[in-house]
């Protein structure tokens, strides 16, 4: 297994008949339980601004993709040119069928200096929400999808106090701009995902993270700061209080604007799965979410983000199984993780769930094809048993930017043409669409 594969987002989260079961929540919420109103079942496909909007110049991750020494393969540059091509994007999605459509606000766009807020920014993201109304899809804003502003990082990013007051202010700001027609939104993204990386098979390499500081210090020096803190690189210790705080006042900070607003966070979660006597499993849940599901609860949905499941037995986390089928990234090709992580998540919290992001990394467009099927099969599963699932968001839109492996991943319903930006339709997202298609809609409660 390559260094890069032990890097992988997805591999660090280790990351047909079931089709026609009713997907009817049966379970009547528990008592004292915050349930959403009614609605149709979600049904989208996502981005994130980093990844696919381009030459997202003030953000954090700007910097460490440019410096030297750096982990990232390759720059972000233009991106998927998103920026410029957002309305070709959300055509997509609606001809596709799909009536949700996940993105992220780039924080550092909006903000690009402290207390300097873009008007023009913020009427740039109102004009894709306002899009996506007008094409009968349900705009679901993540506030931030790891990217910060430069001048964040440079004061310490979320390691140092004030971080979550400055996060509220910025959350207060955007939402009272662009909440009115926002149905539903997310604080952060992943934020758990930096104690995931503690459970790996297979620890981090020595040389990785000597680069990896090695690039802090370099972002640190070239921004004339005495540390440069972004929130997927580096400990997960120091950020942990800061961004649970900063999720907590996000989440007042937007329903004092926009109370309809159903507001969660989006976690990374594998399926854990215990393997002979003194599994770790459960210190692994205690460790990686159960901080996170007690903040979440504050929450209206928790968002699921499920590429995978991981076993572990008294010695902490296992490989695949021998001959285990895997994905590009070497994680193991498991679709049905998504059912037993749901599950987990509501068992946890009492709330309704989000699946705000599953998908595989796999250039054989075949493989994706078998794959959003038995994953949305398991989903399904966990529905029949009472979980209440709200939606189904999946991984990713568009072939983009998988941070520090650059475009090598591919987990896009969407080829990007890395030269003209051609958009082109792959075989998957038409599977996935004939699901929708004849997906009866269910009102859940």
Same mark, same amino acid.
């Given at each position: 297994?390559? /260094?890069?594969?032990?890097?992988?987002?997805?591999?660090?989260?280790?990351?047909?008949?079931?089709?026609?079961?009713?997907? +009817?929540?049966?379970?009547?919420?528990?008592?004292?339980?915050?349930?959403?109103?009614?609605? &149709?079942?979600?049904?989208?496909?996502?981005?994130?601004?980093?990844? @696919?909007?381009?030459?997202?110049?003030?953000?954090?991750?700007?910097?460490?993709?440019?410096?030297?020494?750096?982990?990232? +393969?390759? =720059?972000?540059?233009?991106?998927?040119?998103?920026?410029?091509?957002?309305?070709?994007?959300?055509?997509?999605?609606?001809?596709?069928?799909?009536?949700?459509?996940?993105?992220?606000?780039?924080?550092?766009?909006?903000?690009?200096?402290?207390?300097?807020?873009?008007?023009?920014?913020?009427?740039?993201?109102?004009?894709?929400?306002?899009?996506?109304?007008?094409?009968?899809?349900?705009?679901?804003? &993540?506030?931030?999808?790891?990217? &910060?502003?430069?001048?964040?990082?440079?004061?310490?990013?979320?390691?140092?106090?004030?971080?979550?007051?400055?996060?509220?202010?910025?959350?207060?700001?955007?939402?009272?701009?662009?909440?009115?027609?926002?149905?539903?939104? &997310?604080?952060?993204?992943?934020?758990?995902?930096?104690?995931?990386?503690?459970?790996?098979?297979?620890?981090?390499?020595?040389?990785?993270?000597?680069?990896?500081?090695?690039?802090?210090?370099?972002?640190? +020096?070239?921004?004339?700061?005495?540390?440069?803190?972004?929130?997927?690189?580096?400990?997960?210790?120091?950020?942990?209080?800061?961004?649970?705080?900063?999720?907590?006042?996000?989440?007042?900070?937007?329903?004092?604007?926009?109370?309809?607003?159903?507001?969660?966070?989006?976690?990374?979660?594998?399926?854990?799965?215990? @393997?002979?006597?003194?599994?770790?499993? /459960?210190?692994?849940?205690?460790?990686?979410?159960?901080?996170?599901?007690?903040?979440?609860?504050?929450?209206?949905?928790?968002?699921?983000?499920?590429?995978?499941?991981?076993?572990?037995?008294?010695?902490?986390?296992?490989? =695949?199984?021998?001959?285990?089928?895997?994905?590009?990234?070497?994680?193991?090709?498991?679709?049905?993780?998504?059912?037993?992580?749901?599950?987990?998540?509501?068992?946890?919290?009492?709330?309704?769930?989000? @699946?705000?992001?599953?998908?595989?990394?796999?250039?054989?467009?075949?493989?994706?094809?078998?794959?959003?099927?038995?994953?949305?099969?398991?989903?399904?599963?966990?529905?029949?048993?009472?979980?209440? @699932?709200?939606?189904?968001?999946?991984?990713?839109?568009?072939?983009?930017?998988?941070?520090?492996?650059?475009?090598?991943?591919?987990?896009?319903?969407?080829?990007?043409?890395?030269?003209?930006?051609?958009?082109?339709?792959?075989?998957?997202?038409?599977?996935?669409?004939?699901?929708?298609?004849?997906?009866?809609?269910?009102?859940?409660?």
């Amino acid at each position: 297994m390559s /260094d890069n594969h032990l890097w992988d987002r997805r591999h660090l989260l280790l990351a047909g008949a079931g089709i026609a079961m009713s997907t +009817k929540v049966s379970a009547a919420p528990a008592a004292g339980e915050v349930t959403t109103p009614p609605h &149709t079942f979600l049904w989208g496909a996502a981005t994130a601004g980093h990844q @696919v909007e381009g030459n997202n110049t003030n953000a954090d991750l700007w910097v460490l993709e440019h410096v030297q020494p750096t982990v990232f +393969k390759e =720059p972000s540059g233009d991106a998927c040119d998103s920026l410029h091509r957002w309305q070709e994007d959300l055509d997509i999605v609606r001809d596709l069928g799909l009536n949700t459509y996940r993105f992220s606000l780039e924080w550092s766009r909006i903000e690009p200096a402290p207390g300097e807020f873009s008007r023009a920014m913020l009427e740039y993201y109102l004009r894709i929400i306002e899009g996506a109304r007008e094409r009968g899809i349900s705009p679901m804003v &993540t506030f931030n999808h790891f990217t &910060t502003p430069m001048w964040f990082a440079a004061r310490g990013g979320w390691e140092v106090p004030g971080a979550s007051d400055l996060f509220a202010r910025y959350c207060e700001r955007a939402s009272k701009h662009l909440g009115k027609n926002i149905p539903f939104a &997310t604080t952060l993204n992943e934020p758990n995902l930096l104690r995931l990386l503690k459970w790996l098979p297979l620890a981090f390499p020595p040389a990785f993270k000597q680069t990896e500081q090695a690039m802090l210090a370099a972002a640190a +020096k070239s921004t004339g700061s005495a540390r440069f803190t972004v929130a997927n690189f580096g400990a997960a210790d120091p950020k942990f209080e800061q961004m649970i705080d900063a999720h907590k006042k996000g989440h007042a900070a937007i329903k004092a604007a926009w109370p309809d607003i159903q507001v969660g966070v989006s976690l990374a979660m594998t399926d854990d799965q215990a @393997v002979g006597p003194n599994s770790q499993r /459960d210190a692994k849940r205690n460790d990686c979410y159960r901080d996170w599901l007690e903040a979440a609860k504050t929450g209206d949905f928790v968002g699921v983000q499920n590429y995978g499941r991981q076993r572990l037995n008294d010695k902490g986390a296992m490989p =695949p199984p021998a001959g285990a089928e895997l994905t590009d990234s070497g994680e193991e090709f498991y679709p049905d993780s998504l059912n037993g992580a749901v599950t987990y998540a509501h068992a946890a919290t009492g709330k309704p769930i989000v @699946v705000t992001e599953n998908g595989i990394d796999t250039v054989d467009d075949a493989r994706r094809m078998r794959y959003i099927p038995l994953a949305i099969a398991g989903m399904r599963r966990a529905i029949s048993a009472g979980v209440p @699932v709200l939606g189904y968001v999946h991984w990713s839109l568009l072939d983009n930017f998988e941070w520090l492996f650059g475009y090598g991943p591919k987990y896009g319903l969407v080829k990007v043409d890395r030269e003209t930006f051609k958009r082109t339709v792959k075989d998957s997202a038409r599977v996935y669409a004939d699901i929708v298609k004849t997906d009866p809609k269910p009102i859940h409660r």
